[in-house]
């Protein structure tokens, strides 16, 4: 008969350390947040060479769990009032609290979908991450480099052609919807990974605490696809493997065919609401989830 090992608890003084840290970090203006931080890394400094001085770092495991708490701490403190203190200066900020639509240039960072909630208009909406790269803030002439995550929300019916510029019914000139088959997010929907897109859009502000900073809404218009660069080049091989593992799975039975793509690569394009929900109820979309994207999150941005 095996002894159960006894659980290790020796890290928790440090992630609830950092947790805190963060959950303070979020709500406090940019300039005390990167005081607190240099505060605590100074801590840590200080208790190092004090620990090293009477040579009691190793036997002292109370001195070594500070030190990693001061440092972890430390760190998440100044990555997030360093994040604060760009988005202030280059004017970020200020569009996402204001009303005035900004013009951006943004890349989808994941994968898009449908959501389940229609517009105030019936029509299907298509949701996914985005960094925004650059933006021509209110009043200002010339674009600035911005470093911000965002959802943008948009008409699934809507597209821009990157040629012409002219929006367009979709690539296929069909509307997308869920459990589609073989057809891919690449194929029919408006905004594919990778690409970069150009447009005005109406910024939200989102809750203290996400990682996105707004939600984006079109103004006005589509936003216009870009002309595809190396980067973007490079993500059309993931968004083929995409299409190819729809196509391969579409000839499966019963949910096979929307749950398959997303097991393999995460892509829930093709499952039905009810398999969802009934995944969340079984405590099972784990399975189909990546880089940390979860169906809550998805319906928090909605």
Known sequence: MTTARPLDLRLLPAALTAWAAALLAVHLPWQPTLQLGWCLLGAGVLLTMIASLLNRLVTAPVALHVLLCCVLAGVVVLQAGTDARAHQMSGWAQAVAGDTPVMVTLRISGQPEILATPGFDGADRVMAHAMVEAATMPGEQRPVPVDAPVVIIQDAAAQSDPETGEEAAGESGERPARGSGARSAAEVLPLITGQRYQGLVKLNPTDPGQRETAVAFPFGGALERLRADGRAEFT???????????????????????????????????????????????????????????????????
Request: net charge negative; glycine share 10%; charged share 20%.
């Open 236 to 302: 059309q091989i993931f968004n083929g493997l995409r299409s190819a593992t729809a196509a391969a799975s579409s000839h499966a039975v019963g949910d096979a065919p929307g749950l398959l793509p997303g097991l393999i690569l995460g892509d829930r394009t093709h499952q039905e609401e009810e398999l969802s929900e009934a995944m969340r109820a079984a405590g099972l979309s784990h399975l189909t989830a990546v880089s940390g994207d979860t169906d809550s999150n998805r319906d928090e941005s909605a």
